[in-house]
C-alpha cells in the first residue's frame, strides 16, 4: 500500500499556521508528501524548505486572487498538488496548515487504510474533528462547526478538491466512506487576539472583496474570543508535534462554559444533540456506507 500525502501553503509564516506541525502528524502514515507552496509576501517557500524529510517534495504555484467566490481558489489549489502525487499511490492524504492527527490515531488510520484498499466501494475515510477555540484548553461544541470530514480519498480520477477545499466529491456527487476510527485537532482559532484578527482578514479574502473586509474590521485591533456560542473544556491530551507550540503560548484565555449564546431552538437542538448523539438536520459532505 502507496499512501500519498498532501496540503497547500501560502503566507503561512504571516498566518503563523502550524503547518509543520500538521505535516509532521501525518508523515508517519505517508510514503510522500506534497506541499503546494504559493507566490507568499513572506517566507512561506523557505520555511517549507527547512522541513527536514525525504519524503517531502515541493511544487511552487501562483493563486489566482480573482477566484473569491466561495472560497473557490483553496480548491484549485489543492487540486494542483493532487495532481502532482504519485499515480502509484493508493489512499492520499489531505491535512489542512491547521489540523493535526494525534498520533494515537496513526495505527487505526493505518489499519483503516490496510482494511479498506481493496474495497472499491470506499472511496475515501472519514475523521472527527475536535475544533479548539480561545486557546487550547477549549472546543468548540455548536452546531456551527462540523463533526466529521474527509481527509483521505482514493487515487483514482474524477476525485477533487470540492468548494472551499473543505471536502471531495468525486464527478460533483458525495463520496462513499468509511470511518477511519481517528479524529483530526484543528487549531484555526487558536491564536494571540491580535494574530487571530490578521489571520481572518488574511483568510477572509478568499470570501469576500476589499471593500467589504476595510469595512468590518475598520475598527478592530483584535479579535474577540467571547463572541461564541458555546464552548467545553478539553480533557484529552494534544500531539506531541504541537507541545513545543503550546508552551510557546503568550495569550490567555479564559470562558465560563456554562454561559450558551444559542437562540432557543439551538438550545433545543444542541441538548438533543449532547443527550443522543444526532445532529438534527446535518449537513454531510459525504455518505457513509456499510
Known amino acids: 500500500m502507496f499512501v500519498s500525502g498532501f496540503t497547500i501553503a501560502r503566507n503561512v509564516v504571516k498566518g503563523d499556521y502550524p503547518i509543520k506541525e500538521a ?18 509576501e513572506d517566507n512561506t517557500l523557505e520555511y517549507i524548505r527547512s522541513f527536514d524529510s525525504p519524503k517531502i517534495r515541493i511544487i511552487e504555484t501562483v493563486w489566482d486572487d480573482t477566484l473569491r467566490e466561495g472560497g473557490k481558489v483553496l480548491a484549485v489549489e489543492t487540486n494542483k ?4 502525487l504519485n499515480p502509484a499511490a493508493d ?17 487505526t488510520v493505518r489499519s483503516a487504510m490496510n482494511r479498506f484498499v481493496d474495497d472499491k466501494k470506499v472511496e475515501g475515510l472519514l475523521f472527527d474533528y475536535v475544533h479548539f477555540y480561545g486557546s487550547y484548553d477549549y472546543v468548540a461544541d455548536s ?3 462540523y463533526r466529521r470530514e474527509i481527509r483521505v480519498v482514493r ?11 473543505q471536502g471531495f466529491r468525486m464527478n460533483h456527487r458525495k463520496l462513499n466512506v468509511r470511518s477511519a476510527g481517528g479524529a ?6 487558536v491564536k494571540h487576539p491580535k494574530q487571530q484578527l490578521e489571520k481572518l482578514k488574511q ?16 475598527n478592530a485591533e483584535a479579535f474577540d474570543f467571547t463572541m461564541v456560542d458555546s464552548l467545553q473544556k478539553f480533557e484529552g491530551t494534544h500531539p506531541l508535534v504541537m507541545q513545543e507550540r503550546i508552551r510557546q503560548k503568550n495569550w490567555e484565555f479564559e470562558y465560563d462554559i456554562s454561559i450558551k449564546n444559542l437562540s432557543l431552538k439551538k438550545r433545543f437542538l444542541y441538548w438533543i444533540e449532547k443527550l443522543s448523539g444526532w445532529r438534527v438536520g446535518e449537513n454531510k459532505n459525504y455518505k457513509v456506507i456499510k
Open 81 to 84: 498538488a493532487m495532481d502532482a
Open 203 to 218: 483568510a477572509r479574502k478568499f470570501w469576500h472583496s476589499d471593500e467589504f473586509l476595510e469595512k468590518e474590521y475598520a
Open 91 to 107: 489512499w492520499c492524504f489531505y491535512i489542512q496548515a491547521d489540523e493535526c492527527l494525534h498520533e494515537t490515531y496513526i495505527e
Open 184 to 189: 483530526i485537532f484543528h487549531y484555526g482559532w
Open 143 to 145: 452546531r456551527n462547526w
Open 23 to 40: 505535516v509532521y502528524s501525518v508523515l508517519p502514515l505517508c510514503d510522500e508528501m506534497i506541499i503546494a507552496v504559493g507566490q507568499s
Open 155 to 165: 487515487n483514482i480520477p474524477g476525485i477533487t478538491s470540492y468548494k472551499d477545499a
